[in-house]
């Protein structure tokens, strides 16, 4: 109760008096969500006629989808992450040290990746069903098989790569965790599975929701896959009324019951989370010991653990390599090479960027609890689940009227796609800096904050080295996802860059999907590296805990 | 636009000031045709003219979006797309520079352009149904009306209604047999669909080699590529499967277009025309249409061999390709009220 009063009285003071980090990040966070807001604005504007025609005939289907989906991906990427995050941290069995970063490798593979090459494979005229059909003599009709181009089998491929966000996060929020807590449950007489459900897993709360909703927003921002899968979605719905029916108000206003929808997720997990908090009380920690598993025990941790590894990675790299030796034609390695090398770049200036951001923005908020910046942070953390292609739109809206307006001309440019890149993924960076920020308790700011440490000192002599693990995290995450982005590279880029997405897209969406093969390769290819540093980064802090 | 934005983006322009050079030595393309033969053909051009062609390619209604965001200083001068539907919504936007040009004018048929010169096909394609040879006759079939005969219930393949092409095939419907009579076909279409609408062209004629339907509705030169490929699998599903080109002796199988106009914002607007002039030309009409298996829009130049004896079927000239723009958003409203994907 105290704590709110407190919060209460520094937000009147930051508003009254403002400190330059906390306008800094105020700007920043305004710029970010500028795009968004003005999508969103057209909310209220006449569709001529658009709007009734969509609730009258498509309309409940987009609800109904792209909420089956949230709660499948949720539910699936909840279970599966949290489920392998405790068997790597707290159990040990055969092949542990190897799943412990394997887990991370779904990560790579982007979801419209996944939908190409599982319809390629279970769709009725793919390579699993034809041999079915080849092997029983068995014809149309003949027999069941679940449909791969489904809302079902969208969930069960989103979660497969999607649950690493969950894996991530989950997992250090486990190794934070002090031993000495869960042996305070042990000695309490609480069995290791009992103590799991009854303490670690309330204490790792906001980190596994923080997943399952970056998770969440990725699917509902999500374009290409579903489309594949020809589920209609918010997002299809969107992107239709703004294009081919030409229409920006009928599709804002699918964006705003689109954003309403997620704003209820967000406003459901912090009702339900009540007014718990979640620092730790104690630095001290002692190593974990982690809980052998032999046997049958052994064997199903291990099943656990591999089964989303290969169907989220082994078996879409699979599919692509047969693809690409079987009928990839000759590869030009010196294009690819040049491709892989502009992916590789625009990624990395857009991590740079966008974890700035993320720092900027999550910490201004730790000092500055004042409504605007709130708000402010609150529509960067919406650009995640906007689709691409509308997020570009937005975008060219903005830098055009900038540009008219002062002579400029950003739009076209590099600036042009990191900006763009920035309003679609720098929810990301704040979420992952945000859940950081979380777990560091405020007494230290307070008495950095009393030993004479302004805001800016406080960061970076207290709050950077704690932070270290999280800002890494964010960039990485960034980086990967940058690489696999579509849609807003497509529309946003300067003239003659072409990027590995785009060079898949300019294949498969003229259905030469074996000639896409290679480039997509390389996008997993691309991501993996900076998917295996996460994995070490996060192993280094817990042995530096240990030490 | 709030004032801390405008100084940020200030700030990040002033970092990143690059203006767009005028020098008259290049032409600057947005396009949503993505062959390798196109970009040969820019190269073929640059070689011949000295003049370099930058290029951007996106979806046609992500490059319309783009072109009217930047406004007047879009550095677009050639918008090249594919489908009267994105072609008309381009004019309708006010984007295109009408060109009088008597030598494209002879060169490009009546109904392939637009009648005040907004924009000029480039290739044509036809829009065709294709059979199971082990389930159709092909004296079974006869127009795109027919498909919604009762009889082939549970057997039709048939993509989505956002699709473009199918969008136009509808709109062409619209033009010639009106609303009401439209939508009770689209109607029947719906009942006969043998699955959910799904995936490209290419997919619905492989679902017909699998088993999947009898019938499929696909573009000409999906078909072509598959005649032509190395690969022993494409070409066991040209063994399966027939193309049949409908309403002969009637108006003709539908066509649609791929086209390009000026952009009235444009600053290289000669070079432009030069480009568009040289993408008419015989030898590039050649290339264009060979390289993606269409149809040349300039009469007299020859296809690939492959397609060429699907010339001497009767196609839809009677409908002009601005009257299938025009009619998009209504087939579009339509597909929606008969419940197609």
């Given at each position: 109760m105290s704590g709110r009063t407190t919060d209460r009285a520094r937000g009147a003071g930051a508003v009254a008096n403002p400190s330059p980090w906390s306008v800094a990040a105020l700007l920043i966070a305004a710029s970010v969500a500028l795009p968004v807001a003005l999508v969103v604005a057209h909310v209220g504007a006449d569709s001529e006629g658009i709007w009734p025609h969509l609730v009258d005939t498509v309309l409940a289907e987009y609800v109904v989808n792209s909420a089956l989906l949230l709660v499948g991906v949720g539910v699936g990427t909840a279970a599966v992450g949290v489920t392998t995050a405790w068997l790597v941290t707290m159990c040990s069995f055969p092949g542990r040290r190897v799943w412990t970063w394997a887990l991370l490798l779904p990560l790579a593979m982007p979801t419209y990746l996944m939908a190409y090459t599982y319809t390629d494979l279970l769709q009725f005229s793919g390579a699993v069903q034809s041999a079915l059909r080849d092997g029983f003599g068995w014809g149309r009709g003949d027999y069941w098989f679940p449909e791969i181009r489904s809302v079902g089998g969208a969930i069960v491929t989103f979660s497969l790569v999607?649950?690493?966000?969950?894996?991530?996060?989950?997992?250090?929020?486990?190794?934070?965790?002090?031993?000495?807590?869960?042996?305070?449950g042990r000695t309490l007489g609480r069995g290791p599975w009992r103590s799991f459900l009854s303490i670690a897993l309330p204490l790792a709360r906001p980190a596994v929701a923080a997943g399952v909703a970056l998770a969440m927003m990725e699917t509902l921002g999500d374009y290409g896959a579903v489309d594949h899968f020809a589920v209609n979605t918010f997002t299809t719905g969107i992107y239709r009324s703004w294009t081919a029916l030409a229409s920006p108000e009928a599709a804002a206003k699918l964006a705003g019951l689109m954003v309403l929808l997620v704003g209820a997720i967000l406003a459901f997990e912090r009702v339900a989370r009540g007014r718990a908090r979640y620092h730790h009380t104690t630095g001290r920690r002692r190593p974990l010991r982690p809980i052998p598993l032999r046997g049958v025990r052994g064997v199903a941790a291990t099943i656990a653990c591999a089964v989303p590894v290969l169907l989220g990675f082994a078996v879409p790299t699979g599919v692509l390599l047969h693809l690409a030796i079987d009928r990839g034609g000759a590869a030009r390695g010196g294009e690819l090479a040049r491709l892989a090398g502009n992916s590789f770049f625009i990624a990395a200036a857009a991590s740079v960027v966008i974890v700035g951001i993320g720092v900027l923005v999550g910490y201004g908020r730790r000092i500055d609890r004042g409504w605007p910046l709130r708000i402010c942070a609150r529509l960067v953390s919406l650009g995640y689940a906007v689709p691409g292609s509308v997020i570009a739109v937005g975008v060219?809206?903005?830098?055009?009227?900038?540009?008219?307006?002062?002579?400029?001309?950003?739009?076209?440019?590099?600036?042009?796609?990191?900006?763009?890149?920035?309003?679609?993924?720098?929810?990301?960076?704040?979420?992952?800096?945000?859940?950081?920020?979380?777990?560091?308790?405020?007494s230290l700011d307070a008495a950095a904050r009393t030993l004479g440490r302004g805001p800016g000192r406080v960061m970076f002599e207290v709050h950077a080295p704690l932070l270290r693990g999280s800002v890494l995290t964010a960039a990485l995450l960034v980086f990967v996802d940058v690489v696999k982005e579509l849609p807003a590279t497509m529309i946003v880029r300067p003239f003659d860059l072409e990027t590995l997405a785009v060079s898949v897209h300019r294949y498969a969406s003229d259905e030469r999907l074996?000639?896409?093969?290679?480039?997509?390769?390389?996008?997993?290819?691309?991501?993996?590296?900076?998917?295996?540093?996460?994995?070490?980064?996060?192993?280094r802090s817990r042995i530096e805990d240990a030490t | 636009?709030?004032?801390?934005?405008?100084?940020?983006?200030?700030?990040?322009?002033?970092?990143?000031?690059?203006?767009?050079?005028?020098?008259?030595?290049?032409?600057?393309?947005?396009?949503?045709?993505?062959?390798?033969?196109?970009?040969?053909?820019?190269?073929?051009?640059?070689?011949?003219?000295?003049?370099?062609?930058?290029?951007?390619?996106?979806?046609?209604?992500?490059?319309?979006?783009?072109?009217?965001?930047?406004?007047?200083?879009?550095?677009?001068?050639?918008?090249?797309?594919?489908?009267?539907?994105?072609?008309?919504?381009?004019?309708?936007?006010?984007?295109?520079?009408?060109?009088?040009?008597?030598?494209?004018?002879?060169?490009?048929?009546?109904?392939?352009?637009?009648?005040?010169?907004?924009?000029?096909?480039?290739?044509?394609?036809?829009?065709?149904?294709?059979?199971?040879?082990?389930?159709?006759?092909?004296?079974?079939?006869?127009?795109?009306?027919?498909?919604?005969?009762?009889?082939?219930?549970?057997?039709?393949?048939?993509?989505?209604?956002?699709?473009?092409?199918?969008?136009?095939?509808?709109?062409?419907?619209?033009?010639?047999?009106?609303?009401?009579?439209?939508?009770?076909?689209?109607?029947?279409?719906?009942?006969?669909?043998?699955?959910?609408?799904?995936?490209?062209?290419?997919?619905?004629?492989?679902?017909?080699?699998?088993?999947?339907?009898?019938?499929?509705?696909?573009?000409?030169?999906?078909?072509?590529?598959?005649?032509?490929?190395?690969?022993?699998?494409?070409?066991?599903?040209?063994?399966?499967?027939?193309?049949?080109?409908?309403?002969?002796?009637?108006?003709?199988?539908?066509?649609?277009?791929?086209?390009?106009?000026?952009?009235?914002?444009?600053?290289?607007?000669?070079?432009?025309?030069?480009?568009?002039?040289?993408l008419l030309s015989d030898a590039s009409q050649r290339m264009l249409a060979r390289g993606n298996n269409e149809f040349p829009v300039v009469p007299g130049v020859e296809p690939d061999d492959v397609v060429k004896p699907w010339l001497e079927f009767e196609f839809d000239t009677e409908t002009p390709v601005e009257e299938l723009g025009r009619r998009n958003k209504q087939a579009i409203l339509l597909m929606d009220r008969v419940g197609w994907r």
């Open positions: 999607l649950y690493p966000y969950v894996y991530l996060l989950a997992r250090a929020a486990f190794l934070e965790q002090s031993l000495c807590v869960l042996e305070v060219l809206f903005t830098l055009g009227a900038f540009d008219r307006t002062f002579g400029t001309f950003v739009g076209g440019t590099m600036v042009a796609l990191l900006f763009a890149y920035a309003v679609r993924f720098s929810s990301l960076s704040l979420q992952t800096v945000d859940a950081g920020l979380a777990r560091i308790h405020p074996a000639q896409s093969a290679l480039p997509a390769l390389l996008i997993v290819a691309v991501g993996i590296g900076p998917v295996v540093l996460l994995s070490r980064a996060i192993d | 636009m709030s004032c801390p934005s405008l100084l940020l983006f200030a700030a990040l322009s002033l970092a990143a000031a690059d203006p767009v050079d005028d020098v008259s030595g290049e032409v600057n393309v947005y396009s949503s045709r993505h062959y390798d033969t196109d970009r040969e053909l820019y190269r073929a051009f640059e070689e011949e003219t000295g003049i370099a062609v930058r290029l951007v390619e996106a979806s046609g209604d992500a490059l319309l979006a783009r072109i009217r965001s930047e406004g007047a200083n879009s550095p677009c001068d050639l918008y090249v797309t594919v489908d009267a539907g994105r072609l008309h919504a381009a004019e309708a936007a006010g984007l295109f520079e009408p060109l009088r040009s008597e030598r494209l004018e002879g060169r490009v048929p009546e109904h392939l352009r637009h009648s005040q010169g907004h924009w000029f096909a480039l290739t044509k394609r036809a829009r065709c149904i294709f059979y199971a040879r082990s389930a159709v006759r092909p004296e079974e079939l006869s127009t795109y009306e027919a498909l919604a005969d009762p009889k082939w219930k549970g057997r039709v393949l048939i993509r989505s209604s956002s699709n473009v092409y199918n969008q136009s095939l509808v709109g062409s419907l619209l033009a010639r047999v009106g609303e009401e009579a439209t939508e009770e076909w689209a109607r029947g279409l719906v009942a006969n669909l043998a699955r959910k609408p799904q995936g490209g062209d290419t997919d619905q004629i492989r679902a017909v080699a699998a088993g999947e339907g009898d019938l499929a509705v696909a573009n000409s030169y999906y078909y072509a590529k598959l005649m032509k490929s190395d690969d022993p699998a494409d070409r066991e599903v040209v063994e399966k499967v027939g193309i049949f080109f409908p309403n002969q002796g009637g108006r003709g199988t539908h066509v649609n277009v791929s086209g390009a106009g000026i952009v009235k914002t444009a600053k290289n607007e000669e070079n432009a025309r030069r480009l568009l002039e040289f």
